[in-house]
Structure formats: structure tokens, C-alpha cells
């Protein structure tokens, strides 16, 4: 088959990436952007994060298609209780990287801003508050000298003279390290 770049949906891909890889766009925040802008993909109704997120991590934008990197396995699943019959069910999963049939394509961004944009989603990825109990400024900043895990925030309650409040701190995510 024949691969080419449509321009118009090359501009979109473009921005993605410079959005993301040069000024560290959230996901959330491009998709917004792009719902006012650019008409979503042919098979989607609008720009999600999830959607983005599965552009930004196909290395067909730096010209590499990926072909036989999954196969079809059939497995045996079983019922919820154990009197339900067991199934048959197919399902994908991804094969050995030796196995992967990598085919040159004409690339819409470069390998650099490709790689830009994912050291990007991981450090998005990692600075993410929306998990978090409660909002510590430090949170993905700062490692242990130790071991190299991340400082984590924490919280406990204290009580002095009557009054109460939370004291917050940060330490080692291992549970090794004290």
C-alpha cells in the first residue's frame, strides 16, 4: 500500500506535537483547544485526551509504521461463578519487540519532537494532581539520595494547646527508606 501526507490533517498532527512537545499542553486543556478549531477525526464525534494520548504514542507521525506488533489469541475465561459455563474469548496482545516488522513511511513531525512530546505526557503524567488528596507544590519535583524514588506528600492531624490542624511533609515512597 501507499502512504501520504493529507496537508490538512498534517497541520492538526503538527500542532498536537508543538502544543504538547514545546509549550507542555495538558491533554485535557489541547483537546479543549482543538474542539474549537479543527473538525476530530473521521471515526470520532470530538478531541478527547484519550484520543490524543493514542496519536502521541503512534510512531506513524515520525515515519514508522509498526506492523505484526499484536496477535489474536484465543483463551479459555471463565464464568463469574463457578457453575457458569467457560468461554472461549479472543483477545490481542502485543508480540516481542523482535518480532515487530517496522515499514518507512513519510513522516508529519520529527523522531526529536516525537520523543519531546512523550518526555512531555510523562512528565505531565507525573506532575498530575487530579489523584491527590490534597495539593502539595513539590509533588514529582523532588528524588531520594538514597534509592532515587520520589518524595511523596503526607499529611497527619496534631492537635496543640486545643487547637487542631494537619501537618504536612514530604517523604521517601519507598518503604525502605524512613
Known amino acids: 500500500s501507499h502512504y501520504a501526507i493529507n496537508p490538512q490533517e498534517a497541520e492538526v498532527v503538527r500542532t498536537i506535537y508543538a502544543k504538547i512537545g514545546l509549550e507542555g499542553w495538558s491533554l485535557g486543556r489541547l483537546a479543549t483547544y482543538l474542539?474549537?478549531?479543527y473538525p476530530p477525526p473521521k471515526k470520532s464525534a470530538y478531541w478527547t485526551p484519550a484520543l490524543l494520548r493514542v496519536m502521541l504514542?503512534?510512531?506513524v507521525y515520525k515515519?514508522?509504521?509498526?506492523?505484526?506488533h499484536t496477535q489474536q489469541v484465543k483463551i479459555q475465561k471463565r464464568g463469574l461463578h463457578s457453575e457458569d459455563p467457560s468461554r472461549v474469548v479472543v483477545t490481542k496482545i502485543e508480540r516481542p519487540e523482535e518480532e515487530w516488522i517496522i515499514v518507512p513511511v513519510p513522516a508529519i513531525v520529527s523522531p526529536e519532537e516525537w520523543e519531546t512530546a512523550h518526555r512531555i505526557l510523562q512528565k505531565n503524567a507525573q506532575m498530575s494532581r487530579r489523584n491527590a488528596k490534597?495539593?502539595?507544590?513539590?509533588?514529582?519535583l523532588m528524588k531520594c539520595a538514597t534509592c532515587g524514588f520520589a518524595y511523596v506528600g503526607t499529611?497527619?492531624?496534631?492537635?496543640?494547646?486545643?487547637?487542631?490542624?494537619?501537618?504536612k511533609n514530604y517523604r521517601c515512597g519507598s518503604r525502605s527508606c524512613s
Open 134 to 140: 490534597e495539593p502539595y507544590l513539590l509533588t514529582g
Open 155 to 167: 499529611s497527619a492531624p496534631r492537635t496543640k494547646n486545643g487547637r487542631a490542624w494537619r501537618s
Open 57 to 59: 504514542l503512534n510512531s
Open 63 to 68: 515515519g514508522e509504521f509498526i506492523s505484526h
Open 35 to 37: 474542539q474549537e478549531r
